[in-house]
C-alpha cells in the first residue's frame, strides 16, 4: 500500500511509492497489519455528547475485519535502500514485526486499502483531483486552552450559507456517489462551499442505523451502500463524507479515536481499541474538524429509534472545543498546541455542545469529579450572554444555593448526606419564549463531611438573591446584592429603587413554622418614600427564613408574579418579634407607621402613635376610649391608653364634610 501523488498535467505523472515492508512477511496483506481502528464487528459506535447517539464497548485491540491491532507506539522506521528512474522514486522501509507503520499511524488512512481518486476522466468528467493529504503540521495548531474567540476554527457566516443550505437539502441523487456530488456542487463554488453542501447533504439524509448497529449482518459502512440505504453508523457517515470531499477535490481524512458521546460516565477511562469516527478537511490552507454524524440527530435512550436533529456545532468545530469529547488515535489530529494526553481527556469536564451554544463559555473547577471541602463544594459558568440556570444534586435543588451573575452564574452545594451525588447544572437563554432549561454540564460530588449548619428551607427557590434578572423586572439598586442576609437581633430592612410602576408582595417562609399565611406576610412591613421601598423584616422566631418577593404591574388586575427570593438567617435563640400591625385596604401605599411597629400592644399602658399620612381630614385611635391624633409637620401624633380592651384600631375620616370613618391599622393588645 502506498501513497500517490497526482500532478496537474495529466500527460506528466510522477509517482511516488513508498514501500512497507516486514521482515520475514511477503509484500502481500498478511495477518497484524492494520487497516484502520475504528470499528470492525463492534460497529464504529454512533457517539454524541447530548444527542445521547450510540456507544458500544469495544472490543480490545481489533480492527474491521477481526485481526488484532497492536496499540503500542510506532518504532522508529529503517530506511534500507532508495533510488530514482525517470521520474519513479521508490523508498523501501524496514520496520520491526507486528508494528503499526508511522504513515498509517499519521494519516489514520482508516479501514482496508485506502481508495484513490479515480484517473477515468469519464467518471470524475468536470472533478478536480486531490493531492495526497498531508500530515497535520504547525501552521494547523491551535492554542488550548480555548481563546474563547469563536466556536468555529474557520470564520463562518451562516446567513450566506442560507440559500446554499436549503439547496443541498433537496437534492436527491441516489444512483451513484459522483453522481450526486455533482448534484451539489452546482451551487457551490468555493471549497468551503463544497464542504458546507456536502455536510449538509449527509446531516439531513443520512440516519443512524440502529438495525445495523444491534444486527452487525445488517451493516455496511461501505459509501455506495450508505447512500443506497440512508443509514449508516459513525464509520459510514465518515466514509461518505471522505469520499464525497475526494470526488470535488477536497482533502478530507477520516480519523478515529475514543469519544464521549452515548453511554459515556463522568470518569470513565478508556482502554482498547477506538469507538467513534469522523472527519477533517483542508480549507484555506489549513485541517479542520467535523463530525458528519453528530451533527445529523440522536437515538431515543433505549437505543432503537433515530431523530434527526441538526447541529451546527460539529461543523468545522475548534480543534479546542472539539477536544471536550473527541481523542483521535493520533494526537496530531488534535490540531493543538499543546496536545492533551488521554488522561487529560478522560479528567477533563465534558462540556457538550449545547454548553457553546447557548454562549456559555467556561466553567470551573474544570474536572468531573470535585471533592467537597469542609462540607462545601463550589461551581461557577462564565457566559457571554444573558442567561437562566438552575440545578439539581440527586434530583433536587434543596441543598444549594445559585446566584446569577452579569457574566454566568455561581453555585455552592452542601450534601446533607457522605458519598457520591450526581450534580447537573441546567441552562437556557434569558429571551427564550419556552421555560425549558437544557443540561449543559454534570459533576460528581464527592461527600466525605456533611456541614448541618447549611441545611435550607424546602422553600428556597433558585437561584437566591438579585440578579440582573430582578433589575430587569423593576427592582433596581438593592442594599444587600448577597443571597444571604445574617441578623443577629432577628431585624433587617432591605431597600430597592423601584424602575417600573409595579405593586410589590412580600412573604416569609421556615420550615415546621406554625405561622399562618397571613402573619408569615404581617412579620413584613412595606415602606414607600417616592420610587424607593423599604422592606421592613422583624423574625418570630431564630432560624432560617426565605424572603420571597413577587410583583405586578400596578394597572394589570391578574396575579402577582413570583420574582426572587433572599436567605435570612438568624442564630439568636432569644429573638422573638411580634408581627406588623394588620393593614386594611384603605392603608395606602405611601403611608408610614413609625410608632408602634408592633402589632402587640402592651396592656394598661399609655402607648405613643406617630404615622405618616396624607389627605386626611381627622385621625382616630379606638381602644376602650376614642383618641384622636393631632397633625404635625405632616405626622399624626397622640396617645392611647390599652386599659380594658384587647384590640385598638386606627381610623381615619377622608372627608371632614363626611361623618363615616374608616378602619386603617388593627393592633392586638396583650392578655393580661
Not at 503540521?137 to 474567540?149: C, E, F, N, T, V
Not at 466514509?239 to 470518569?267: P, R
Not at 480543534?319 to 471536550?324: D, G, K, V, W
Not at 438552575?390 to 452579569?406: I, Q, S, V
Request: proline residues 5%; charged residues 20%; aromatic residues 10%.
Amino acid at each position: 500500500m502506498g501513497t500517490m501523488d497526482f500532478k496537474a498535467d495529466p500527460s506528466e505523472v510522477t509517482i511516488n511509492l513508498l514501500l512497507i515492508v516486514h521482515p520475514e512477511e511477503t509484500a502481500s496483506q498478511q495477518k497484524g497489519q492494520p487497516e484502520g481502528r475504528t470499528e470492525g464487528s463492534r460497529s464504529a459506535g454512533l457517539q454524541d455528547d447530548e444527542n445521547r447517539n450510540s456507544r458500544p464497548q469495544p472490543l480490545q485491540g481489533r480492527d474491521l475485519n477481526s485481526r488484532r491491532v497492536s496499540r503500542e507506539p510506532c518504532k522508529q522506521t529503517q530506511a534500507v535502500s532508495s533510488y530514482s528512474n525517470e521520474g519513479t522514486q521508490v523508498t523501501v522501509e524496514i520496520h520491526p514485526k507486528d508494528t503499526t507503520p508511522q504513515l498509517f499511524k499519521k494519516l489514520s488512512f482508516g479501514k482496508g486499502p485506502q481508495r484513490l481518486p479515480s484517473l477515468r476522466g469519464q467518471d470524475n468528467k468536470g472533478f478536480q483531483r486531490t493531492e495526497a493529504p498531508r500530515p497535520p503540521g504547525g501552521k494547523d495548531l491551535h492554542a488550548y486552552p480555548w481563546d474563547k474567540s469563536s466556536l468555529k476554527s474557520l470564520p463562518v457566516d451562516l446567513q450566506q450559507f442560507e440559500k446554499l443550505d436549503a439547496y443541498a437539502l433537496k437534492v436527491n441523487v441516489k444512483n451513484s456517489v459522483e453522481e450526486l456530488v455533482k448534484a451539489l456542487l452546482k451551487q457551490a463554488r468555493t471549497d468551503l462551499e463544497k464542504v458546507r453542501a456536502i455536510w449538509m447533504w449527509i446531516c439531513h439524509h443520512i440516519e443512524y442505523d440502529v438495525v445495523g448497529y444491534h444486527d452487525k449482518s445488517q451493516l455496511s459502512c461501505k459509501p455506495m451502500h450508505v447512500l443506497q440505504t440512508g443509514k449508516s453508523i459513525c464509520e459510514g457517515y465518515a466514509g461518505l463524507f471522505e469520499q464525497m470531499c475526494s470526488i470535488a477535490g477536497i482533502q478530507c481524512m477520516k480519523l478515529s479515536g475514543y469519544s464521549k458521546g452515548y453511554g459515556y460516565k463522568m470518569g470513565q477511562t478508556f482502554t482498547g481499541d477506538s469507538d467513534h469516527a469522523w472527519n477533517a478537511v483542508y480549507l484555506d490552507g489549513r485541517w479542520h474538524l467535523l463530525d458528519s454524524t453528530w451533527g445529523s440527530g440522536s437515538v431515543d435512550d433505549a437505543f432503537t429509534k433515530f431523530t434527526f436533529r441538526y447541529n451546527e456545532f460539529y461543523f468545522l468545530t475548534h480543534p479546542a472545543l472539539f477536544i471536550n469529547n473527541h481523542f483521535p488515535d493520533n494526537s496530531n489530529w488534535q490540531l493543538l498546541k499543546p496536545t492533551l494526553t488521554l488522561k487529560d481527556f478522560e479528567n477533563n469536564m465534558l462540556h457538550n455542545s449545547i454548553f457553546y451554544m447557548l454562549g456559555l463559555l467556561t466553567a470551573q473547577p474544570e474536572t468531573a469529579v470535585i471533592q467537597t471541602v469542609n462540607g462545601k463544594a463550589s461551581v461557577s459558568v462564565d457566559c457571554c450572554a444573558a442567561t437562566l440556570f438552575t440545578f439539581k444534586l440527586k434530583g433536587t435543588d434543596e441543598h444549594g444555593l445559585m446566584t446569577l451573575k452579569k457574566h454566568g452564574m455561581k453555585l455552592e452545594i452542601y450534601p446533607q448526606k457522605t458519598g457520591s451525588h450526581k450534580l447537573q447544572i441546567f441552562a437556557k437563554p434569558s429571551k427564550a419564549s419556552k421555560d425549558v432549561y437544557n443540561c449543559v454540564l454534570e459533576y460528581v460530588v464527592e461527600c466525605k463531611s456533611v456541614d448541618k449548619a447549611m441545611r435550607f428551607p424546602k422553600d428556597l427557590h433558585q437561584p437566591v438573591g438579585p440578579s440582573w434578572f430582578t433589575e430587569r423586572q423593576g427592582f433596581l439598586r438593592p442594599s444587600h446584592p448577597e443571597p444571604i442576609i445574617h441578623t443577629n437581633d432577628g431585624r433587617c430592612a432591605i431597600t430597592f429603587t423601584l424602575g417600573k410602576d409595579i405593586s410589590v408582595l412580600a412573604s416569609l417562609h421556615c420550615d415546621n413554622s406554625s405561622l399562618t399565611e397571613d402573619m408569615r406576610r404581617r412579620h413584613i412591613m412595606q415602606i414607600h418614600r417616592g420610587n424607593q421601598i423599604e422592606l421592613k423584616i422583624h423574625l418570630p422566631h431564630a432560624g432560617n427564613f426565605v424572603l420571597k418577593i413577587y410583583a405586578k404591574k400596578k394597572s394589570d388586575p391578574g396575579n402577582y408574579d413570583y420574582i426572587f427570593n433572599y436567605l435570612i438567617t438568624c442564630l439568636n435563640t432569644e429573638v422573638k418579634w411580634p408581627a406588623f400591625p394588620q393593614s386594611y385596604s384603605k392603608w395606602a401605599e405611601d403611608y408610614e407607621i413609625l410608632e408602634p411597629l408592633s402589632g402587640l400592644l402592651p396592656a394598661n399602658r399609655n402607648v405613643q402613635f406617630k404615622l405618616k399620612m396624607h389627605g386626611i381630614a381627622k385621625v382616630l385611635v379606638q381602644a376602650e376610649n376614642t383618641y384622636p391624633l393631632t397633625q404635625s409637620r405632616g405626622y399624626w401624633e397622640g396617645t392611647c391608653n390599652t386599659s380594658g380592651c384587647r384590640e385598638v384600631f386606627v381610623m381615619v375620616h377622608e372627608n371632614a364634610n363626611h361623618s363615616f370613618y374608616s378602619h386603617v391599622l388593627k393592633y392586638e393588645v396583650e392578655t393580661q
